[in-house]
């Protein structure tokens, strides 16, 4: 690594016909340091959770940066002030006026340093602090994310792109206090030289699918849409197809998108909550939301107002949008599925950690799918449905089906390949993707960035009317799709957790965790419908059926849509939804707590009876941290781990606090859980 003095200059090309941009691969990266002052005193932030509660409020939070690190190619240049940065940066423009476009892994912690020291004339982000890529006209750079390309860990990458680098893991203490003049010793000036040079790697990577860094799609799910999007540019029968089910009316959309569209079925039966079981089988559906996609009908019209007042009503050829009203409507399960936050016109409700389990009055927006759903495991005295509107069922367009079967087959080639690991990650990572194609809503309030302050700009009844008519214009995917894709998911899995309801222990989207005694037949005979229905759609959609059941190197089959067994646990324990703990078959601990990554399970200390409400996740077991936006800092004089003092003066940055994590409960899932006798009165037999 090179300090930015040495910079003198470098070739570059150019590409780009109406405006050219530098084909050189830029990336950056920063080091910061987070302290306290308390009462006039600073202190480190890993002294935070030592501080009582209201030292912690009083405590002003701050940081700063105190080295930065910008790579031309391989070559690493370093500065330590933003002073000696922005002197680099005009050496730069005095080489190449051109756009240069910089990676940043996670831009949203590097901007809000940046911004207190550039001006940003064009900053594109979906919500406040959290930029996808960022311009600055002083210097012709744009600033892009490369955490949003890949989705993935920075210390990651080289492993799942099988990069010839590293970032280093562990040569740089973060606890200790630094600033611009603190001495950085070989091994720490490595660590920060690494960071960048796993930026340039995976860029080059990625170069080997993109024909330049500026057609490289700014997130991961946009590297498959793109993919698509170049499949059906001049398919006019795939867009004719499309246009016919894209709804342009707001309300029909409002209903859609904030009534009918929900996301996977996760929770915990509350049977077993705060209990160890022994024995739990885990099942998996193999791709549950492609199967999905590709095997079952979904609205190919436009939605129409028609009157429907009883299920009976409804033609098995037609999808149903629909608003319904239940009186005095009860569980006819343990596994409660109804999602408290999608009902209106809620009246006296028992949750089950936010699930219904009974209630007076509710009102929600369902499809078809999920209304049927709810007639089979609900009871009810009545129901009104008090809005309708319909379309036709039909399979989705085979260009697009042969798009989603063709991923599955390249992802299914390399499986328990260890030649091939790289090509099964990157092509598990695009086929996992496309769902999230169906579900992409650019109608939303628009961010934006004025004047150093993030502005919301509230979209109108005209701008979505706007989006709507673009949406059809566009002709490439259509919403609904992706409603109708998660109400399949839940039903398949909901209609099996039914069948084992007093066995099933968890679930989670697409899995449940069933202890000793379940019916296995309710497995097997579910995958055997699966795979008739594969052989029908193989029929009727004239696809080969062995795209639907592909082969790995060992010759094994893997059809889309079938249980697999994922392993059986020795010991399981739950505190209710993304909230579990269990010994897997060779005696080892693993735990999937929401916000508190694995290695927290050192926190059991080896028994699962520590998984308990109030078990305190500390940092020293799980290094995460809260971050403290930090504006207005104030200029002080820090010093340093060793004794140094400098005086620093970043306008704004970000602290990060060590973060402790105490597993608890809502105060009804905890009150339902106490009834412990009466856990089963809630059973219909």
């Not at 989705?151 to 206090?177: F, M, Q, R, S």
């Not at 399949?488 to 007093?502: C, F, G, H, S």
């Not at 809502?666 to 106490?674: C, G, H, R, S």
Request: proline share 3%.
């Amino acid at each position: 690594m090179k300090s930015w003095r040495e910079y003198k200059d470098h070739k570059y090309d150019l590409e780009g016909k109406r405006k050219k941009f530098d084909t050189t691969i830029y990336s950056f990266d920063i080091e910061t340091t987070s302290y306290l002052i308390l009462d006039g005193e600073i202190l480190p932030a890993i002294e935070y959770d030592n501080l009582s509660k209201k030292e912690q409020e009083r405590c002003i939070k701050q940081s700063n940066m105190y080295i930065w690190m910008f790579s031309i190619n391989t070559d690493v240049y370093y500065g330590r002030t933003w002073e000696e940065f922005k002197q680099f940066l005009n050496k730069l423009y005095e080489n190449s006026e051109h756009l240069k476009i910089v990676f940043i892994h996670n831009l949203a912690f590097e901007f809000h340093y940046l911004k207190s020291i550039l001006t940003f004339d064009e900053v594109f982000a979906r919500t406040p602090h959290k930029p996808i890529k960022a311009y600055s006209k002083e210097y012709n750079i744009e600033f892009r994310c490369t955490y949003m390309m890949s989705n993935c860990k920075l210390a990651n990458l080289p492993k799942v792109y099988n990069l010839p680098v590293e970032k280093k893991v562990g040569d740089l203490d973060y606890t200790k206090i630094r600033h611009s003049e603190t001495p950085l010793t070989e091994k720490e000036l490595g660590y920060c030289e690494y960071d960048c040079l796993v930026i340039y790697y995976y860029i080059k990577f990625l170069l080997n699918f993109y024909d330049s860094i500026n057609h490289i799609p700014k997130t991961n799910t946009g590297q498959v849409r793109e993919e698509l999007k170049n499949l059906v540019r001049s398919d006019y029968s795939y867009k004719t197809k499309v246009r016919k089910a894209i709804n342009t009316d707001g309300h029909i959309y409002n209903l859609l998108a904030f009534g009918a569209f929900a996301g996977g079925f996760t929770h915990a039966n509350y049977l077993y909550a705060d209990e160890i079981i022994y024995n739990v089988t885990s099942w998996d559906f193999t791709s549950s939301y492609p199967y999905c996609l590709c095997c079952f009908k979904f609205p190919m019209t436009k939605f129409r107002y028609r009157k429907i007042e009883r299920a009976e009503d409804m033609s098995p050829h037609l999808a149903y949008l629909i608003v319904v009203n239940f009186k005095n409507i009860r569980s006819k399960y343990f596994n409660n599925f109804i999602s408290k936050s999608k009902c209106k016109s809620l009246t006296s409700p028992v949750a089950d950690n936010g699930r219904i389990i009974s209630a007076e009055e509710l009102e929600i927006v369902l499809t078809d799918v999920d209304f049927k759903l709810i007639l089979q495991a609900y009871e009810y005295e009545s129901y009104e449905i008090k809005e309708s509107y319909y379309s036709v069922y039909k399979y989705l367009p085979k260009k697009l089906i042969n798009f989603i079967l063709d991923k599955y087959v390249s992802k299914t080639r390399y499986k328990n390949d260890p030649e091939h690991e790289i090509e099964y990650a990157i092509e598990k990572a695009r086929f996992n993707s496309i769902y999230g194609m169906t579900v992409t809503n650019d109608i939303r309030d628009t961010v934006d960035f004025k004047d150093g302050e993030w502005v919301i700009i509230p979209f109108t009844n005209e701008d979505t009317d706007e989006q709507l008519e673009k949406r059809y214009k566009d002709g490439f995917l259509e919403f609904s799709w992706g409603v109708w894709t998660t109400s399949y998911a839940r039903t398949n899995l909901q209609y099996n957790i039914m069948k084992v309801d007093e066995y099933q222990c968890y679930a989670d989207t697409d899995s449940m965790k069933v202890r000793d005694g379940y019916d296995i037949n309710v497995i097997k005979e579910y995958n055997e419908e699966v795979l008739k229905r594969l052989k029908r759609v193989s029929e009727e959609l004239e696809i080969p059926y062995e795209k639907f059941a592909p082969k790995d190197i060992k010759g094994i089959e893997h059809p889309l849509g079938v249980f697999d067994n994922d392993g059986v646990y020795k010991e399981f324990i739950t505190q209710g939804a993304k909230k579990y703990a269990y010994r897997d078959s060779k005696d080892e601990l693993h735990i999937t707590v929401s916000g508190v990554p694995k290695s927290g399970v050192a926190c059991l200390k080896g028994d699962l009876n520590n998984f308990r409400n109030d078990l305190v996740f500390d940092y020293s077991h799980t290094n995460k941290n809260t971050l403290m936006y930090s504006e207005g800092q104030l200029s002080v004089e820090l010093e340093d781990y060793l004794g140094n003092k400098y005086k620093v003066t970043d306008e704004s940055g970000i602290c990060l606090l060590p973060t402790t994590y105490v597993l608890g409960k809502a105060e009804d899932y905890m009150e339902l859980l106490n009834q412990s006798t009466d856990r089963y009165k809630y059973k219909e037999l």
